[in-house]
């Protein structure tokens, strides 16, 4: 491992968080971005020259040329692209949600185990000082026992090969469902039990769900509802989603708002509302605490197995919404 700058590479541009991960590596100090591979070559050749980077043709080459590598693909690519890597000895970094089904999860998480690379999972909302703080005051005790948990991932539609059930494998709850999933098994430190979930298509003229709301249950009785829709309007909602928690506990209640930090711009000229971040680079924390673990040769921050927990409860969330009943968990 070089001690002065990590190469990074980008495989694919499919994901609309790819952007945000370039302009982010050009920000950390000891970090270069160390090519990009797409298999759509206008896509990557475009994105290479937007972000001063190589384009490679040959997925194999960009690997062979970079430190670690960042999985940015349409959700079905993510085991491909990571078998790719882990075959490789490249340490990868996996856009959620890890997999579409949980073959595929275990898949990877295996490949990855055997071949010695570390596998993680892009989940940057745990890097919110909102988020923390959080988690600082329900691990202390400070509100109590927890009784009941309210959060939603309410955002817009993206539009694309998010639509494509084949590509992405699911909807909004496939979209939206594991940010918040992840923050409930890393704030509470349990699993979940079970999920009763209702789905539909009602917002859009989509081939998969758009809106849907999720009662769980962790560990010990508790429980969350979710509602991951894509029911913001497009034309007019600041961002891709609003990760918000009401708790109350039996000592006290928090609210949680990931995406408050922002000053708020209207005008007629823009047409919709613009929020400007004044704080946390969620995106460059993840990246951060990604490369010091490989430098350090650390366990991944957040590992493939919090990816694979994530996506179980998607997973389970279909199953129930197809047949309108509770499922157990886990699946596996």
């Known amino acids: 491992m070089p001690s002065d700058r990590l190469r990074v590479g980008i495989i694919s541009f499919a994901h609309v968080h790819a952007p945000a991960y370039a302009v982010a590596l050009h920000q950390i100090p000891g970090a270069v971005l160390g090519g ?52 490789a000895g490249v340490p990868v970094l996996c856009e959620k949600p890890l997999a579409t089904t949980l073959a595929d999860a275990q898949a990877m998480i295996q490949a990855c185990e055997a071949a010695g690379v570390a596998l ?3 989940f940057p909302v745990r ?9 600082t005051a329900v691990q202390s005790g400070l509100l109590g026992e927890t009784l009941m948990i309210r959060a939603t991932n309410r955002g817009t539609y ?27 098994r890393w704030i509470w430190q349990r699993e979940f039990t079970q999920v009763y979930a209702e789905a539909a298509t009602r917002h859009h003229e989509i081939a998969v769900d758009d809106c849907g709301l999720l009662l769980i249950t962790l560990d010990g009785g508790l429980i969350a ?8 309007p497009v034309n007019a909602f600041p961002t891709w989603g609003d990760v918000t928690m ?16 922002n000053v708020e711009f209207f005008g007629n000229a823009r047409g ?30 957040i590992s ?9 409860l998607a997973l389970a969330a279909y199953r129930s919404a197809a047949t309108h009943l509770p499922v157990a968990l886990p699946l596996s």
């Not at 694309?160 to 909004?172: I, R």
């Not at 509802?225 to 029911?231: E, N, R």
């Not at 460059?284 to 010091?292: A, I, K």
């Not at 493939?304 to 994530?310: E, P, Q």
């Open 120 to 122: 993680g999972t892009a």
């Open 304 to 312: 493939g197995w919090d990816g694979l927990r994530a996506a179980e």
């Open 246 to 261: 009401e708790v109350t506990g039996t000592g006290g209640a928090a609210n949680l708002d990931v995406f408050a930090q």
């Open 158 to 184: 993206p539009g694309g090969w998010f639509g494509d059930p084949e590509l992405a494998g699911g909807g909004a709850l496939m979209d939206h469902t594991v940010h918040v999933a992840d923050l409930l």
């Open 36 to 87: 990009i591979w797409d298999d759509v070559p206008e896509r990557g050749q475009q994105a290479a020259t937007q972000y001063e980077t190589t384009f490679f043709a040959d997925r194999e080459l960009l690997l062979a040329s970079v430190d670690t590598v960042i999985v940015a693909s349409e959700n079905r690519g993510h085991r491909e692209h990571v078998l790719a890597a882990a075959a």
């Open 272 to 301: 919709r509302t613009e929020w400007r971040g004044w704080g946390d680079n969620l995106d460059r924390l993840l990246l951060e605490d990604w490369l010091g673990a490989i430098r350090e040769n650390a366990p991944p921050p």
């Open 225 to 232: 509802s979710l509602d991951p829709s894509w029911s913001r």
């Open 127 to 135: 890097y919110s000082a909102a988020v923390q703080s959080l988690r």
